[in-house]
């Protein structure tokens, strides 16, 4: 059994999959997206995504006290032109990468018109010949997998697509089990990944909808995978892979009360405050308390008091407080 930590653009960034990454039962976390569309994009832009590359003498005199492992993190790239994902690929590869993960499954209207993410996923030859030329791109030893929704606007081509990625050599399927027209509306439907892992010979991961220990118990009957991928339900419960693997291990689990998820929203403050201008001082944790919310309802009082400040001084007391 694996737990990954979704992608999430704008909201999941390095510090983010550090900090869930160092409270343990997330086994693999995957960057933002990076957009390849006319070049090979400069170093910069693949260590900005990915920070976790820096080599260990550049960063800052922090002993990579605030970068996850390149080990466990995939680099995801999005784009439509097979040559040029493919060498976008390599490069990351080169700059020290280990895994490189391709989009198909994104949503928004930008990158659809411009032809990438979901879009693609009425293009099942494009999708192939994407995958096959940075799978040819790369040295085996770096595991090329892929994401994908079940379909752009209904759920007819996920079963084609998904043989189509596999037949292309991908080492991987990560499926979030619902069409980009059903959006993020309850439920995700996984029991199409039953039937997709039947076809194929690569593990597929499911995706879509874990907000509980029950959900994924339900999930993995569903889908009968046994690596699933875990976004939204991580920030609202970020010790819920912890809770899963206790529960593999038959313990009972005590999740995290509120004074110690405000000690690691305390901790995002402070790794995040040199990194933000004080026009957005403090979104990054009004963003977290968004989610955590749902878990617990002291959230969404401290985002309440805080809403409106961008003084970092009145942040840091106000999570103090609430750490006890
Ligand atoms: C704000 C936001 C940003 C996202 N960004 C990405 C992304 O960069 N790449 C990607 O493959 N999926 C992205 N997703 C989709 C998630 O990875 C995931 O598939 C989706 O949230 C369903 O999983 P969940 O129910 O566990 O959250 C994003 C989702 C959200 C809500």
Known sequence: MQIYLAPMEGVIDHHMRFLLDQLGGIDLCVTEFIRVSKTVLPSRVFLSACPELTPLNERDGKEGSEYGSVNTTRLQLLGSNPELVALNAQKAVELGASAIDLNFGCPAKTVNRSYGGARLLDETSLLHDIVKATREQLPSSVLVTAKIRLGYNDRSS??????????????????????????????????????????????????????????????????????????????????????????????????????????????LLRLTQAHYPPKHMGNRIKQWLFYLMRSYPQAGALFENIKRSRDFDFIERALIKEAG
């Open 158 to 267: 996920y079963l084609r697509n998904a043989i189509a990625i596999a037949e292309a050599g991908a080492d991987e399927l990560i499926v979030h089990a619902r069409s980009k027209a059903d959006g993020y509306q309850p439920p995700a439907y996984w029991t199409y990944l039953n039937t997709i892992q039947q076809h194929l010979d690569i593990p597929v991961v499911a995706n879509g909808e874990i907000w509980t220990l029950g959900d994924y118990i339900e999930c993995r009957e569903q889908s009968g995978c046994d690596r699933v991928m875990i976004g939204r339900g991580l920030l609202a419960r970020p010790d819920l892979g912890l809770a899963i693997k206790a529960y593999h291990r038959g313990e009972d689990y005590q999740y995290m009360i509120w004074p110690q998820i405000a000690t690691l929203a305390l901790q």
